[in-house]
């Protein structure tokens, strides 16, 4: 694999107690997630992304709202218009939430399954949800590479970045596990991030991203305190270091698994 | 407008759904005009519709090395790589350019969830069963992290779940890869199994037919779920007698989730972008496998697409009245049989179909026609608006 030198231009980021990319900076510079933040039970929150119709807003299933809101706040910050940017969305699990819940209604009954419920199951649904919200027409992907899936997404949004010479948006994401699935396909925490890279430098870009294949194992990536309760998140686990390496704006490497066998690096240079 | 693409040379591909094990059975099938969908006898909760089911999968379990990943999707993806000398071709592949030179990119909408319903019913207090307490099958990257496992790819690896467009776009993706040295080749797998969560899923949407699907005949009234998997691989150059995948276009229709455009702006956009990758006119086609999944709507709509887009000229089938729709795989099954159509001479028939949709019964093949075909194209439009056209050209003649 080459190198892939793409540009971000547009970041977002939404968890529990931090509701954007300056409320992520301030937290690293503080050192403290404000307790205001976080209320009730962290696992239970959700944003309320304003792209989407009022009745979605809070109806929709979860990936689709975290995945939504950092998009949103990714592309408002690069000053690009939604409908225009293709996507790549990935995530770990999907919607745990909803595969707990129609394995479930499977198991008992199931001529009982919803039919709203089975179209929001496909691993597509929130770009599915946020190409109709955007009117984009360009292309939305959605993949998955288990552990990995955020180092894929990376990978494949900025192949398309510099195959197609435009700008992608890539969003990632994992909700909380529910039910019996908890145990095989843990995730205790939910966390979104997303992403507008580029193939050129412009006025508004933050970093360059030099993305490549790294020989070896990709060195572990351990979360600084504050932020050490998001390892419960596997996409977190991933993309935190990027983020924290993009706060610091200084030059730093990040290494990733991008597969079973496979490891890249990003070196990211303000 | 993308602008025009080197071919890429698709060096092996093989496929296995109702209609068989591989090629020749596929190709036997198509031109005896013998469809593969049988009433539903895969649901405990009887679920009166045809499906497309492969023989044998429950006494074909994976062998001991990997029993981690053994699951109905999975079975099938082994059983598949096995026809047509597919698995030897890939590892000679990986062999040829270095593990980490060889991108694996597969496609899937249910990938292993036929397990997690299975565990679900058969709950130990609030825990999955102790046999199915295996992360390896509840991800929708199963598939992706046993063929990874199976074959020791160590370059790129991703599942695109896109539905029913997941292995069209693959070859997309493996495009992009290989043009940018990323990777010099890869393996390109879709597999989806029969499971009750799409069975039942479609069901509920009232898009499920109770006989065998009919698409674009006036009568449709709804989709067949099958089964099945495919493969291909691809590289820059290969012998010049392989087909190519010349084109591809990728689109969203920006509407809802599982109703299509209404103009079929998005099917639109994906048709054009894929004509323009591969610097063609729509004159210059000679074969459509349409998506015709037989719904009322979606065939409405492609028709409409088709018969604006193209001239009478162009000859167009569906094959899901074969094979029932194999939503994720899908993409690169209905690939297979544009590529051996190509390599055969011959228009597949629209099974089950008596009378055209009068939009497109100029186009649309209803009976089988023997003629040659030189380029073709393959529609793929799913759930959340997902589109993907891929434009092929047949190999130097042998």
């Known amino acids: ?270 | 407008m993308p602008t025009r693409i080197a071919p890429l040379a698709i060096s092996a591909f093989t496929a296995t759904s109702a209609l068989g094990h591989g090629r020749g059975a596929l190709a036997d099938a198509l031109r005896a005009d013998r469809g593969g969908l049988a009433d539903n006898d895969f649901t405990r909760v009887p679920l009166p519709c045809a499906i497309g089911r492969v023989a044998g999968l429950e006494s074909m379990p994976l062998p001991e090395a990997f029993a981690e990943y053994d699951c109905r999707n999975n079975r099938l993806a082994w059983h598949g790589i096995a026809a047509d000398g597919f698995l030897d071709a890939a590892r000679a592949a990986i062999e040829r350019y270095g593990a980490d030179r060889v991108a694996l990119v597969v496609g899937t909408s249910t990938s292993a969830i036929g397990a997690t319903e299975e565990g679900y019913r058969a709950l130990d207090g609030d825990r999955l069963p102790a046999r199915l307490r295996r992360p390896v099958l509840h991800t929708p990257h199963s598939l992706g992290l046993f063929l990874e496992a199976a074959l020791g790819t160590r370059g790129p690896c991703l599942t695109v779940a896109t539905a029913c467009s997941s292995s069209a776009k693959i070859f997309a993706k493996a495009e992009r890869m290989i043009r940018l040295g990323t990777a010099d080749a890869a393996i390109l797998a879709g597999v989806d199994t029969l499971c009750d969560s799409v069975l039942f899923g479609f069901n509920a949407l009232e898009l499920v037919s109770s006989q065998r699907c009919r698409p674009f005949d006036t009568a449709r009234d709804g989709i067949s779920i099958g089964e099945a998997a495919g493969f291909a691989l691809v590289e820059r150059d290969g012998d010049a007698r392989a087909p190519r995948l010349v084109g591809y276009g990728e689109s969203s229709d920006a509407y809802h989730m599982s109703t299509p455009h209404p103009e079929g702006r998005g099917a639109r956009l994906a048709l054009a972008d894929a004509l323009a990758r591969a610097g063609l006119e729509p004159d210059d086609v000679d074969y459509i496998n349409l998506h015709g999944t037989a719904t009322p709507k979606n065939d409405e709509v492609e028709a409409a697409v088709l018969a604006d887009v193209f001239s009478a000229r162009v000859r167009a089938s569906a094959t899901k009245g074969f094979t029932g729709h194999t939503l994720g795989a899908a993409g690169i099954l209905e690939a297979a049989i544009t590529l051996l159509a190509m390599e055969q001479g011959f228009v597949p028939a629209t099974l089950n179909s008596r009378d055209a949709e009068p939009a497109v019964a100029a186009q649309l093949a209803i009976e089988r026609e023997e003629r040659p075909i030189r380029v073709a194209l393959s529609n793929s439009f799913g759930f959340g608006g997902s589109n993907c056209t891929l434009a092929f050209a047949a190999g130097t003649p042998h």
């Open chain 1, 1 to 270: 694999m080459r190198t892939l030198t793409v540009y971000v231009d547009g970041i977002g980021v939404w968890a529990p107690g931090i509701a954007d990319w300056p409320a992520l900076q301030r937290v690293l510079r503080d050192g403290d997630i404000a307790a205001r933040d976080v209320e009730g039970n962290p696992a239970n929150a959700k944003p309320a992304p304003t792209i989407l119709p009022p009745t979605e807003r809070r109806r929709a299933p979860e990936p689709v709202l975290l995945a939504s809101e950092a998009a949103s706040q990714a592309a408002a910050m690069a000053g690009r218009d939604p409908a225009t940017l293709a996507s790549v969305f990935t995530s770990t699990h999907g919607d745990l939430a909803i595969t707990d819940a129609m394995c479930a209604t499977l198991a008992a009954d199931p001529r009982e399954l919803s039919p709203t419920r089975f179209h929001n199951s496909v691993h597509n649904a929130p770009a599915g949800y946020w190409t109709v919200a955007a009117h984009c027409n360009r292309t939305a992907t959605a993949i998955s590479a288990g552990p990995a899936s955020f180092a894929a997404g990376i990978v494949e949004a900025a192949s398309e970045v510099a195959a197609d010479g435009d700008a992608v948006l890539l969003a990632a994401y994992d909700i909380v596990a529910r039910g019996p699935l908890a145990e095989v396909a843990p995730s205790g925490v939910p966390f979104a991030a997303a992403f507008v890279l580029s193939p050129t430098r412009s006025a508004g870009s933050l970093a360059q991203l030099c993305v490549y294949p790294l020989q070896g194992a990709a060195a572990p990536n351990a979360l600084t305190s504050v932020l050490a309760a998001f390892a419960a998140n596997p996409t977190a686990v991933q993309a935190l270091p990027l983020l924290v390496a993009l706060a610091r704006r200084a030059p730093a490497k990040v290494t990733l698994a991008s597969g079973a066998n496979a490891s890249i690096a990003i070196e990211v240079a303000p």
